[in-house]
């Protein structure tokens, strides 16, 4: 099967506009791309490729701007980093320095929040599917919040805290039936999805978690996609539902303190204009700001997507019939994206004579057995005989985090520059890992 190739209806930006959006990025004319004060060439001969490379001075940037936006707005709210975007502890641990709390979906998650130096006390455990002992370990480590996905669960997740003399704080995931107008493998607010109950349903619902002895019902919350990039309409939609749902809610004598507004705002990869963290922290003052509730916010990729690239060297040049195929040591195991929602990533050559060279189109490809480990096709690019660096942009969430070691390719090295320093935040996965923890049954020859 043949990658998709999306078709658009606009030519894609320059190098000089990707760079000119992406303030953690610059070109000097001798180092070539640089990603704060450090050469990325620096980086590759250092530490090798492929190597994911994260700008902790855009982490800081975005995580500031964005606290200062829901300030500014007058909103008493908390900000619980996504940790599904980038697991990476150095990535959480600069984030709780700022500040922020975590939102973990998974045993692994909520280690990695804690490991990272994330009070318990800041944690908020969503997902569909939480098992007996993820919910035993969150009541264990007395977190914040659970977010609840259906009677079902509440009934388990009382039973567990009864059985341990405690009671777990909740809030309801409420399914508002709102369109976020994203790819359709990340939408999760229809009601066709498989998330959160139906917001008409959820008055009775919450009327019966109250009467639950292992639940301290604390409010709701919501979460209605990712990569939300056509303005915030979809969010003032479902913050307003919300609105009429928390009076709704008290005026039958409940208690609501919390509304949590999930995550999902969207950045620009091509030339998307998604709403600022100015018109999200509007759309949610617009639905809510009257009710005196406690806003919490979880966002992912808005955070750490734009902060981090994936460094990768050419292995090949491959020119077939009627194509020019770049071959890279990254695959669609490293950065799944493009493969996975026909994602659009920017790739900007390393060496600075590679942003002055003639241009022509070129698929960029990995050297996985299947034709879906496309990075993209017919790209503008220059000349990129082997050796050469690329750097594939805004791959700092859902990059590293959504690896795998599919044709047993090892997971990538992570690196943090921060000013004119970098360090190893994750080694490259050595071959011996991956076969550690394998055996041959005992009846093999
Ligand atoms: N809260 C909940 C309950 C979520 O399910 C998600 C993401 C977030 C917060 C964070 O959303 P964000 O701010 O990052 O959009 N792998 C896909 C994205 C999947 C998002 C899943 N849920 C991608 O690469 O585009």
Redo the contacts with the bound molecule.
């Keep these: 099967m043949a990658a998709p190739a999306p078709v658009f209806d606009s030519p894609d930006p320059s190098f000089g506009d990707l760079l000119a959006a992406r303030p953690g990025l610059a070109l000097d004319p001798l180092a070539g791309l640089m990603m704060e004060e450090v050469p990325l060439a620096r980086i590759a001969a250092a530490v090798g490729t492929p190597t994911w490379v994260y700008s902790a001075g855009t982490l800081r940037r975005r995580a500031r701007l964005l606290k200062d936006a829901l300030a500014e707005a007058g909103l008493d709210a908390s900000i619980h980093y996504?940790t599904?975007?980038n697991p990476a502890l150095a990535v959480v641990n600069l984030l709780a320095q700022e500040g922020f709390g975590a939102?973990v979906?998974s045993e692994g998650e909520l280690r990695a929040a804690r490991a990272a130096g994330v009070p318990a006390g800041s944690i908020v455990f969503?997902?569909v599917g939480k098992t007996e002992r993820e919910m035993r370990l969150a009541i264990a480590e007395d977190i914040l919040q659970i977010?609840l996905e259906s009677a079902e669960e509440a009934e388990m997740l009382s039973a567990l805290a009864a059985s341990l003399g405690r009671k777990a704080r909740v809030a309801l995931?409420v399914n508002p039936d709102v369109d976020a107008k994203t790819?359709a493998?990340?939408t999760?607010g229809l009601s066709e999805n498989k998330?959160g109950v139906p917001i008409a349903l959820a008055p009775e619902l919450y009327a019966r978690l109250c009467a639950l002895p292992g639940l301290d019902p604390v409010g709701l919350?919501v979460?209605i996609?990712?990569?939300?990039a056509q303005g915030v309409g979809s969010y003032r939609a479902a913050y307003q539902r919300l609105g009429q749902l928390v009076r709704e809610l008290r005026a039958a004598g409940l208690p609501v303190q919390r509304v949590d507004c999930?995550?999902?705002?969207?950045i620009p990869y091509r030339d998307e204009v998604p709403g600022s963290p100015a018109a999200l922290a509007g759309a949610i003052k617009a639905g809510l700001g009257d009710l005196g509730v406690k806003v919490m916010l979880?966002?992912?990729?808005?955070?750490?997507?734009p902060a981090g690239v994936l460094l990768s060297r050419v292995i090949i040049e491959k020119k077939a019939a009627t194509r020019r195929f770049v071959i890279l040591d990254a695959a669609m195991n490293d950065l799944?994206?493009p493969a996975?929602?026909e994602?659009w990533h920017g790739i900007l050559p390393v060496a600075a004579s590679g942003f002055h060279a003639p241009l022509s189109p070129a698929d960029v490809v990995g050297p996985v057995c299947e034709s879906s480990d496309t990075f993209t096709r017919g790209r503008d690019l220059p000349a990129l005989p082997p050796e050469s660096l690329v750097a594939i942009l805004d791959a700092g969430?859902?990059?590293a985090?959504?690896s795998s070691t599919y044709n047993a390719r090892p997971l990538a090295a992570e690196v943090m520059v921060d000013g004119a320093r970098f360090a190893v935040i994750r080694d490259r996965q050595p071959y011996e890992a991956l076969l550690a923890g394998q055996r041959l049954p005992d009846w093999a020859g």
């Design positions: 996504a599904k975007a939102d979906v969503s997902g977010n995931r790819h493998k990340i999760t998330f919350t979460h996609g990712s990569q939300i999930g995550g999902g705002l969207g979880e966002p992912g990729r808005w955070i750490a997507g799944l994206r996975m929602y994602a969430a859902y990059g985090s959504m």
